[in-house]
Each structure stands twice: as structure tokens, then as C-alpha cells.
């Protein structure tokens, strides 16, 4: 019989520790040694178990006290503000639990929207450069338009890095409003790659409807700019030089007498060769007359005609 009683009474401590709840209350002040056993036994149980939940209890692992998961309980309010403190926080929002954070400052960020990142009509945002407040990058209107906020708040600068590949797709035009207009279908609009073809830094000024700051252009394929055009800007100048290196040369001479070889030498000669050339006389008396080109070098070009002409319009290429 004694034996059966041990027996019985160790089946209702184990169970007792298997099932009982975290009670602070025990062992009381007036529970002996020997009962106080039991009792706290189940409450190192209870506190392993609420331990366990989303986290890493293996007693003694690497791992020990490490989150597994973070489960939120049910959805609360706003939090108050607190100094020098952020919430990471559920709420509902239109019935569904969202992610939410909120600084010591009162800001409150919705991180979710019905499995996305931000909410409809609202604006993705980054900090100003002054970390005095926010710039609005773009948001989703209710028509599912990507709209950009005033194009003053865009930057005026893209930026790679080395053997970097910028590639712009869907985006057909930015409207007056600054909305996109997109294709159902990504396409390709623009690349631009960094292959050394960009000045030191592989930046690309972006302002007024043009691209700044690019190399000259070396090979097929590549972008030329006005800098790689001798002038950069015509101003009436006798001769202008190409990307390629083709040379146009052009000019007006005065008067021309009949049956003389006149000549124009050149300002700055062809430095390699001369391809072409054309001459044509100017005369208000309507004369019927051609006038002929006689001689072309990388210096000079000769005419010559049977009739008189008010003045000489010549032309040369060359390189």
C-alpha cells in the first residue's frame, strides 16, 4: 500500500509539472522544502515553455535566446510617443493586420498594404539632404498610375558605377502632371552603360531635355556631343571639323572678272587630304553662265569663267 501511495503521488507532480502555468504566487511562504519541489519544477517548465515560443532554447547551443520568428499578438492602437524610443507594431487597416513603426517623434510608417510595400496613394519617401524632413520619390494613384511628384524634386544627376548597366524600361513619357505612361509589356527604352565611356565619376547630367558629360565618341555606337565638333558653336567660321574627321570648308570671294583664274586660300589648310570641292558665281544680271572649277589642294581652290560675277561662293571637303 505504501509503495502504491509514492506512486500516486509522483503521477500527480510529474503531471502537475507537465501542465501547470506560471504562477509567481509559488512556492508560498508556507509550503515546506519537500512540497515547494513540485511547484518549482513547474514553473521552470512554464517559463521554458513561453521561452520557447518564436525563439532558440536549446540549453547551452550557440543559438540559445536567438529569435526563431517574431510573432505579434492581436492588433493594438497607435502607441503614445515616447523619448528616445521606436515601436515596431500591428495594426488593422482595413480589416488586415499591416506592419507598423513609429519614432519617438510621433512618425508613423505603414510597412505593408495587403502584401506590399507601401499603400495606395501614398508616397514613397526619402530623407532630405538637410535630415530636416522628407522628399517624395513617387507613388500608385487609384487608376494603378506610377505618378512622380514635381519634376523640381527629381535629380538632376545618374550616376553608375564602374561596369555598371542603367536600364530604363516600360516608361514611354512623363506627362505635365508627372505621370508615367507605361506599356503593359516592359520594353526597352534606354540603356546606358559605363564602359568607359563616361567623364571621371560615370555620372550623366540630366537637365533641359539633354544628356551632358559624356566622352567623345570613338567608336561606332557611341554618343557624340557638340564638344567633339570643331567649333562647338558655328559663328561663321570658314571651317568646321567633324567627329569623324571630316573637314567642311566654305566661303564667299568678291567679285570675279571674265576669263581670269582666281583663287581662295584656305584660312587653315586640309591637314591630310582634300576630297572635293564646288565653286558657283553670284550675279544679279541673271548671266547664264557656269562658273568652273579648275583647281583643288589641301590649300586653296581655283575657279575660272568666260563671264563676270558680283562674287564666288565656293565649297571644300577634306580631311
Given amino acids: 500500500m505504501k509503495k502504491n501511495i509514492i506512486r500516486i503521488t509522483l503521477i500527480l507532480c510529474l503531471c502537475t509539472i507537465a501542465y501547470a502555468a506560471w504562477d509567481k504566487d509559488k512556492p508560498s ?159 526597352t527604352l534606354l540603356t546606358l552603360t559605363d564602359a568607359g565611356g563616361l567623364t571621371a565619376g560615370g555620372a550623366l547630367a540630366m537637365g533641359s531635355n539633354k544628356i551632358t558629360g559624356l566622352a567623345d565618341a570613338t567608336s561606332s555606337g557611341d554618343a557624340i556631343h557638340l564638344g567633339q565638333y570643331t567649333p562647338s558653336a558655328y559663328a561663321g567660321e570658314e571651317s568646321v571639323t567633324f567627329p569623324n574627321g571630316l573637314i567642311f570648308k566654305q566661303g564667299i570671294a568678291g567679285a570675279y572678272t571674265a576669263a581670269a583664274v582666281d583663287s581662295v586660300t584656305f584660312a587653315v589648310a586640309f591637314p591630310t587630304a582634300v576630297i572635293s570641292g564646288s565653286v558657283t558665281g553670284e550675279d544679279t544680271s541673271n548671266n547664264a553662265d557656269y562658273m568652273t572649277l579648275r583647281g583643288l589642294s589641301t590649300t586653296q581652290i581655283e575657279y575660272s569663267s568666260s563671264s563676270d560675277f558680283n562674287s564666288v561662293h565656293w565649297q571644300a571637303w577634306g580631311h
Fill in 29 to 187: 511562504s508556507s509550503t515546506s522544502l519537500r512540497a515547494s519541489n513540485p511547484e518549482i519544477l513547474a514553473n521552470w517548465s512554464a517559463l521554458e515553455t513561453a521561452l520557447s515560443q518564436d525563439h532558440e532554447f536549446s540549453t547551452g547551443g550557440s543559438n540559445t535566446g536567438k529569435h526563431t520568428q517574431i510573432t505579434f499578438d492581436d492588433p493594438i492602437s497607435t502607441p503614445g510617443d515616447v523619448a528616445n524610443e521606436g515601436v515596431l507594431y500591428i495594426k488593422d487597416v482595413s480589416a488586415v493586420v499591416e506592419l507598423h513603426f513609429k519614432d519617438e517623434s510621433g512618425n508613423e510608417i505603414q510597412l505593408t498594404s495587403a502584401g506590399n510595400r507601401i499603400a495606395n496613394n501614398v508616397n514613397f519617401s526619402a530623407t532630405n539632404n538637410a535630415g530636416t524632413g522628407s522628399v517624395n520619390i513617387f507613388s500608385v494613384n487609384a487608376s494603378d498610375e506610377v505618378i512622380l511628384p514635381t519634376i523640381t524634386n527629381l535629380s538632376d544627376n545618374v550616376v553608375m558605377a564602374d561596369a555598371k548597366t542603367l536600364t530604363v524600361e516600360t516608361i514611354i513619357a512623363v506627362d505635365a502632371t508627372g505621370l508615367l505612361l507605361q506599356n503593359d509589356t516592359p520594353t
